[in-house]
């Protein structure tokens, strides 16, 4: 019996794995890499996320003429896409009729100022962790400044809405130079390792 098992158990270990999944089966090499195997569909999985056209170990390009990739989502607030949505509804459907609503209901445009940059405020806080900050902030600012400009026409009171252009302008250009893409608490645990 066991002159029967050793044969098997090396012939599991000769035989080889996609790189991907650590499974057998019908597998290809796509790259230069000598001992990379991987299946099709593994393959276009990991570059459907990783959004890479290249292999990562040998930056070989690879030939995708055998499937077309699909276009991955734009994901410009989130890297989670119901997110990303959630921010594009809010900014469009919500902050930016919201001035205008509030001014045809009655209030008045310093009150619509300050009460909207108010709950503008709650509404980063609660996505804050979620969310790519700076562009979801421009983006928001954006679509409230969008609403203001209603409100401003109508009043002939631009004192607040030069003052929220510039600051929509100060988001945009710093979600557009800033590498962090998320508000990420501090490891004190790795600081005092290194001390």
């Known amino acids: 019996m066991s002159d029967l098992e050793e044969p098997l158990e090396e012939d599991l270990e000769d035989q080889p794995v996609c790189r ?3 499974e057998p089966g019908e597998l290809i090499q796509p790259c230069n890499c000598k001992t990379s195997y991987v299946h ?10 990783s959004r890479r056209t290249n292999c990562e170990i040998c930056l070989f390009e690879y030939n995708l003429k055998f499937e077309k990739l699909p276009k991955p989502p734009l994901l410009l607030f989130s890297d989670d896409p119901i ?3 959630n921010i ?7 902050l ?23 709950f503008f405020l709650f509404l980063v806080f609660a996505y804050v962790k979620y969310v790519k900050i700076f562009p979801t902030l421009a983006f928001w ?4 400044t969008t609403g203001f400009t209603v409100v401003a026409v109508e009043t002939s ?3 607040h809405f030069f003052f929220d252009y510039g600051i929509s302008v100060i988001l945009a250009l710093a979600a557009c130079l800033c590498k962090n893409r998320f508000l990420q608490p501090i490891n004190n645990e790795d600081n005092s390792e290194n001390e």
Do not use: E, H
């Open 157 to 159: 009171r631009y004192d």
């Open 40 to 49: 099709q569909k593994c393959l276009l999985q990991w570059l459907n996320t």
């Open 141 to 144: 600012k954006m679509s409230l």
């Open 88 to 94: 594009a509804c809010i900014g469009v459907f919500g």
């Open 96 to 118: 930016t009729p919201i001035a205008p609503f509030a001014y045809y209901m009655g209030f008045t445009p310093l009150d619509i100022y300050y009460g909207i940059n108010i």
């Open 20 to 22: 991907i999944c650590l």
């Open 83 to 85: 997110f990303n949505r």
